[in-house]
Each structure stands twice: as C-alpha cells, then as structure tokens.
C-alpha cells in the first residue's frame, strides 16, 4: 500500500514542487492539499501543469480531517503557521517534514531573536535538522524534521568536510551566495516584481538574514565551538537557483589537488553531492530541476585561501527535493526514489 501524503500550503512555489516530485514518486499518492487562497478548487486549476496528473480539490486545513486521509504531512506554509499546525498532526500520530523555519533551531531564544516568539518550544529539543549530509541517522527516527533553508544547503554541504576535520581558521569564513528570485516566495513584493529584478543584482540584508543563525548553529554544533561567519545573500534575474562562493583560509598548506580528493573522499557515497571534475566550477545551469548539489574547489597555495563553490535548485535540494529526501529516510524508502531525475540542462 502506497504511503498517503498531504502537502500544507500546496500553492506557495515550494509546495507546488513538492507536488511535482512526490507525483513521480512510486511509493507515494498525495491525498490531500490544502491551500488557504485557493480552497475549494481542484489543483489543476490553479496550476494546470499538473493537469492529467491530479485532479485533487484544495481545502481548508483541518486537522482532524486531513489525518484521516493521510500517514505522512509536509508542512510549506510560512513561519509562525508551521509551528501553530505541527502539533496538532503530530498529536495525530503524523510524522512530518516542516519546510519553514519553525523547527529548525535548537535554542528557541535564538529563534525568537530572528523570528517571532515559539509558540511550540518543547518540540525544538526532538526536532532534527534535516540536513541528510550531517544528520541522516537521527532524521530516520525523528517525528518532526526542520527541513533546512535554501541558502544554508549550499552553504554547509561545502563547508562540512573541512570543518569536521578542523582544516580551516574559523575566524574568516565568508558566505557569498546569489538567488534566483523564487527564494521570495509566491507572494507578490515589490522587490521581487520583474521590473525592480530584470537586468541587475543586488545584495541584501548583510549581517540581517535569517538563514545567518541557521548555518552558524550547525557549523558550531559540528565543530564544538561558536562559529560566526560573514554571509552576504545577492539577489540575481533569473528564476531558480542558488550559486554559494565560501572563501576560507587553510589551516596548513594544502593543494587543489588534495583539497579535491577530500571533498571527493567525503561524499562518494552521498547521492546527491556532486564534486566537479578537477579544473571546473559548477553552474545553476548544471543543477536546475534536480536534488543535486555540484561542488568545486581551488587553493590559492600561495597564501593558503581556498575556495569553494557549490551550486544548487533552491527549490529542490534548497526545499521540497530535501524535503522528500528527508522523507525517503524517515520512511525507509531508497533515499533517492522520486529524485532521481537528471537537472533540466542542457
């Protein structure tokens, strides 16, 4: 019997890609989708590239209503949203993967300084952070998974192998990562309108973004002390993807060559990381519509600054691909099933 599947905010961007990939997926039938702006019209309506594929009507969210439908619930709604409805499925008996950040941090002062206060702080200690890279043990058995943010992705899957093994100073590391604009959601903003976007980029709140906390707790976490970072968010004219630029100094000197073989070493066996062949650098292009994130190095031995480069599909392995990859793990299903999909390019 296939796994019953309801989407929670099924109309935002990271919704409707959850619906695109869980479609595809062999083990899965989505059985309920619930929208707040387009209650009461079948899916196909408000998106008709789904026509064909599903014909199921948008509702209210109920709870009780919703669990009878369904054994396993994404939550893409906005901050403050999840944290008032993942009680109530999990109260149900629901496993969950929530795609805002209301369960991403351990600390809930850290996330009452960058949100809003936690209305739900008693989860925050069973919550994973489900980054697979770094957590795939505890997101198997965990209830409640805080899928991670787009930004972050990028950020700590290139980071990860030198942290843990302690090869670069803490002290100077700097965040450079440029979006496309389905980072901002469905809603309508002026900043994200096409004429405030097309044909410039821009960066935006330095030292102010919420996606700050998030990579630092787990760059902590992972090397047992505080790690402060400098992240710089750009916003660029194009639809989806996420380019990461990490410039850190080496501890010693290294080659390109042997930071390579590390980079190579540590994520041989994850599905989803991908390490440039040496002398190349990834693209958004290399990645879009896939759960794939490209990786490339090069050391500077002159002066021991290396840099890495990490490309990514914000929506995807930034959110909804994570988000059924985390799925996958929770429910024993081969990690990869419904995601093993080549990127759209060329």
């Not at 809930?108 to 949100?115: C, F, G, I, L, Q």
């Amino acid at each position: 019997m296939k796994t019953r599947v309801g989407i929670i905010g099924a109309t935002g961007y990271t919704g409707v890609e959850l619906l695109r990939l869980l479609l595809h997926h062999p083990e899965v039938e989505v059985t309920a989708l619930t929208s707040q702006k387009y209650a009461g019209l079948p899916i196909d309506h408000v998106f008709p590239s789904v026509m064909k594929y599903l014909r199921l009507q948008c509702e209210e969210l109920n709870a009780d209503q919703i669990s009878k439908k369904t054994d396993f619930i994404f939550t893409a709604v906005p901050h403050k949203t999840a944290m008032e409805t993942v009680p109530a499925f999990l109260q149900r008996g629901k496993r969950i993967v929530d795609l805002s950040a209301d369960f991403r941090f351990q600390d809930p002062a850290v996330y009452e300084r960058w949100y809003q206060k936690h209305t739900a702080p008693e989860l925050l200690k069973e919550a994973v952070y489900g980054l697979p890279e770094l957590h795939r043990e505890k997101i198997r058995e965990a209830r409640v998974v805080g899928n991670p943010g787009c930004y972050p992705t990028g950020a700590l899957i290139g980071l990860l192998p030198l942290i843990e093994k302690g090869m670069i100073s803490f002290e100077t590391i700097v965040v450079d990562s440029k979006s496309g604009v389905s980072g901002a959601g469905r809603d309508v903003v002026l900043d994200s309108l096409f004429c405030e976007v097309n044909e410039g980029v821009k960066a935006y709140k330095i030292f102010e973004h919420r996606h700050l906390p998030e990579i630092e707790q787990e760059l902590s976490r992972l090397a047992q002390k505080k790690i402060s970072v400098t992240f710089v968010p750009h916003l660029i004219p194009m639809d989806r993807g996420i380019l990461t630029t990490l410039y850190v100094r080496l501890a010693q000197k290294w080659k390109t060559e042997e930071i390579w073989n590390i980079f190579q070493d540590t994520y041989e066996k994850e599905p989803f990381v991908r390490i440039c062949p040496k002398g190349k650098l990834p693209s958004t292009k290399d990645v879009k519509g896939s759960n794939y994130c490209n990786i490339g190095v090069k050391v500077n031995e002159g002066d021991g600054r290396l840099v890495i480069v990490t490309a990514i599909d914000n929506l995807v392995k930034g959110a909804s691909g994570e988000a059924v990859q985390n799925m996958n793990i929770m429910l024993g299903y081969p990690e990869t099933m419904g995601l093993d999909v080549g990127p759209l390019w060329p």
